[in-house]
Antibody, heavy 119, light 111 residues
Framework: QLQLQESGPGPVKSSETLSLTCTVS??????????WAWIRQAPGKGLEWIGS???????FYNPSLKSRVTVSVDTSKNQFSLNLRSVTAADTAVYFC???????????WGQGTAVTVSS | QSVLTQPPSASATPGQKVTISCSGS????????VYWYKQLPGTAPQLLIH???QRPSGVPDRFSASKSGTSASLAISGLQSEDEADYYC????????????FGGGTKLTVL
């Protein structure tokens, strides 16, 4: 059964880099067919897509975050990662990773991990 | 300000039918399939509808959706208390090299 699990180092200080990893189990990222995505949700707010990556390294990014975001993939570990640079309090959110398919959309999600940016 | 426009709230009594709208533009809803998600407090969104009107296995047929032009809608019939949640529409937008966009979400209250 496919599962996605987000992990990260915990609280992040303002101006630093937020780094998260999503570990995929039950499906090999290297198999293709799917993109792998990061989405976030600020407290009390809606969903915001951050970026997506294919196993080959092809990426798509949210235009409003593109200058600060890097999404990467490690097929040997069956993981993909998010780096968000120069964070501020506005980046405080629950961060979700998800699987993305052209027909099924963002069909399987991780449980999410809360990240707080402190000054 | 979300690219896709949803009403912030909706309400109905058990057994009734409720419809949630999602309005976009030619570069998103007008060109690509729409997806709908249900989110309970403190949990990850759950896919309700894919490819504009298709239900994944396990989603009750009380949930239906359609798309016309640059708008889409989700209908929930035979409303139940467990349907109380936030609902989001999502679609791929072809502008600016392509990106996912979400509606602002609709909080459904079962009275």
């Amino acid at each position: 059964q496919l599962q996605l699990q987000e992990s990260g180092p915990g609280p992040v200080k303002s101006s630093e880099t937020l780094s998260l990893t999503c570990t995929v189990s039950g499906y090999s990222i290297r198999s293709g067919n799917y993109y792998w995505a990061w989405i976030r949700q600020a407290p009390g707010k809606g969903l915001e897509w951050i970026g997506s990556i294919y196993y080959s390294g092809t990426t798509f990014y949210n235009p409003s975050l593109k200058s600060r975001v890097t999404v990467s993939v490690d097929t040997s570990k069956n993981q993909f990662s998010l780096n968000l640079r120069s964070v501020t309090a506005a980046d405080t959110a629950v961060y979700f990773c998800a699987r993305s398919h052209a027909y099924y959309g963002l069909d399987v999600w991780g449980q999410g991990t809360a990240v707080t940016v402190s000054s | 300000q979300s690219v896709l426009t949803q009403p912030p709230s909706a309400s109905a009594t058990p057994g009734q039918k409720v419809t949630i709208s999602c309005s976009g533009s030619g570069s998103n809803i007008g060109s690509n399939p729409v997806y709908w998600y249900k989110q309970l407090p403190g949990t990850a969104p759950q896919l309700l509808i894919h490819n504009s009107s298709q239900r994944p296995s396990g989603v009750p047929d009380r949930f239906s959706a359609s798309k016309s032009g640059t708008s889409a809608s989700l209908a929930i019939s035979g409303l139940q208390s467990e349907d109380e949640a936030d609902y989001y529409c999502a679609v791929w937008d072809d502008s600016l090299n392509g990106h996912w966009v979400f509606g602002g979400g609709t909080k459904l209250t079962v009275l």
